[in-house]
């Protein structure tokens, strides 16, 4: 504290704090349930503290109890919309990162497609910028996406405590990104204990079934893919029949936060599954009805985790250590479909199989080392598999053997030689990612 009673603490954890100003030992005022936002400065001042301190005499007064905010945060110079844990209990908004980040101005969501993982949110575009030029933060270390930029790990909703969206003039901590950053900060462990659980089910029977695509009825025939023209008209014209589609979805969470040591050491375990089942009917563009696979039954899953430990070597020193992952797998199954019966035929084949999500590990040391002085270390490391196998692939089938009909019969005795093989190349399929980040 200065000659003129002003004072500064920074780096603090967040959290809901108790401010006391003390005379001589004595309480002269308290400020109760002051609440630290990511990123802002929090204003606590003590006027009527000063004044018992300045000989002034109250012979007669008025209070009004009232909580005020700053309409103008001067000691930043970004443009950011902070959501805390609270106001994700009261808002209706999808359980995403960037269901999150549409509400901060100027974010709408990308119109290339593009999403977070099979069951992630869409993403978002900041001012009109490309999905691939945003930047995903957890506890301040870099999770966006190793291999092309799309989307990043982000928390199980229950974990969030706040999330920082920003949409310009973000320092240089936010690096490699043009577009937004999205920065998320889990919750941690305090002296209290605190739990909790849900279950949301999504079923089918209860959504409203999407309507049928339909070629249009005074289309021309063109020389190009005339065949298939003919049979869609011969289908009454049914481009898609989306009103066959499925989709259910259950999610599953839970969260539990405590003290292992009363003011040392605490930590906060959530995680979070999300299953996800139905059919859907792709477009009817096939010269061969039902030779081809039409409609997949697919079934795929998220699993979420995160888990934080806060020690308090001392009061002036601080060791953080977080662990989070984003795992994402889909299965399915391809089947014939009958576009002028409408009914499912027989099994083709299965679908891609899909297994990624990347896993973080993180621990962070804060020093506040006298009144003028904050150290800060960071490291972590995160492991992104990618594991795709096509469909059509046959693990067991070897190498595809292709134009049998030219191998020699001097080898072969007059018979050639043919596999269950189908798909030519698979490409990098024990692929993996790794990010490491110190600071």
Do not use: C
Not at 300 to 315: E, F, G, L, P, S
Not at 328 to 347: F, K, M, P
Not at 351 to 380: C, M, Q, R
Not at 389 to 408: E, H, K
């Amino acid at each position: 504290m200065d000659a003129r009673g002003r004072y500064t603490a920074g780096n603090l954890p967040l959290g809901t704090y108790k401010v006391t100003v003390k005379r001589d030992g004595a309480v002269v005022e308290t400020r109760e349930n002051v609440a630290i936002t990511v990123g802002a400065n929090t204003d606590v001042s003590f006027a009527a503290a000063n004044a018992a301190g300045s000989g002034v005499q109250t012979l007669d007064s008025v209070t009004v109890n009232a909580a005020s905010l700053a309409t103008i945060d001067v000691s930043s110079v970004d443009t950011r919309t902070v959501v805390t844990a609270e106001q994700l209990q009261q808002l209706p908004l999808g359980r995403t990162a960037e269901a999150i980040a549409l509400l901060a101005p100027g974010v709408v969501v990308n119109s290339g497609g593009f999403d977070n993982g099979p069951l992630g949110g869409s993403l978002p575009s900041f001012g009109g910028s490309a999905a691939s030029e945003n930047a995903y933060y957890l506890n301040g270390f870099n999770t966006t996406t190793i291999s092309n930029n799309l989307g990043g790990l982000t928390l199980p909703y229950g974990a969030i405590d706040q999330q920082e969206i920003f949409t310009g003039g973000y320092g240089a901590q936010y690096g490699r990104a043009n577009g937004g950053v999205i920065n998320q900060i889990g919750k941690r462990g305090t002296n209290e204990w605190t739990f909790g659980a849900a279950v949301i089910w999504e079923p089918n029977g209860l959504r409203a079934n999407q309507r049928d695509i339909y070629w249009r009825p005074d289309s021309q025939a063109s020389t190009v893919n005339n065949a298939a023209y003919r049979y869609a008209r011969a289908a009454n014209g049914l481009y898609q029949p989306a009103s066959e589609a499925e989709a259910n979805q259950t999610t599953y969470s839970a969260y539990v936060g405590g003290p292992i040591i009363q003011d040392k050491l605490f930590f906060f375990l959530a995680a979070e599954q999300v299953d996800s089942d139905g059919v859907r009917v792709g477009t009817n563009r096939d010269t061969d009805n039902g030779r081809t696979g039409g409609l997949t039954d697919y079934d795929y899953k998220q699993k979420r985790w995160y888990a934080k430990v806060d020690w308090n070597i001392t009061d002036n020193h601080l060791i953080e250590v977080t662990g989070a992952s984003d795992e994402a797998e889909t299965n399915g199954s391809i089947y014939r479909y009958d576009y002028l019966a409408r009914q499912r035929g027989s099994y083709f084949t299965d679908e891609s199989t899909w297994k990624t999500g990347p896993t973080l590990f993180t621990g962070k040391y804060t020093g506040y080392i006298g009144d003028n002085l904050t150290v800060t270390a960071l490291y972590g490391k995160m492991t992104t598999p990618d594991e795709l196998t096509p469909f059509n692939y046959d693990a067991a089938g070897g190498p595809v053997i292709s134009s049998a009909a030219l191998q020699n019969p001097a080898y072969t005795g007059g018979t050639p030689r043919i596999g269950n093989q189908l798909v030519t190349s698979v490409s990098s399929p024990d692929r993996e990612y790794k990010k490491t980040i110190s600071a």
